[in-house]
């Protein structure tokens, strides 16, 4: 997970959140999608744009 949120905000200007999925090894855009959701409670696109101390990790 660690290295999932360091990609998305490390290259948030040069790679598109597919390209980052692809690199996690994620089959699907869509597969990345529902995990990362599953995860923050968030898609992909609203936790590069959400400030770092609102992006906490969801309780389950």
């Known amino acids: 997970m660690s290295a999932c949120c360091s990609r998305i905000k490390r290259r948030c200007a040069t790679l598109s959140l597919g390209r980052i999925a692809e ?3 994620y ?3 869509g597969s990345f999608v529902r995990w ?3 995860q ?3 898609t992909p696109t609203r936790w590069r744009n959400t400030k ?3 992006r906490g990790r969801r309780d389950k």
């Open 36 to 38: 990362l959701t599953a």
């Open 40 to 42: 923050f409670g968030m």
């Open 27 to 29: 089959s699907s855009y």
């Open 23 to 25: 690199s996690l090894g």
């Open 52 to 54: 770092p101390a609102d």
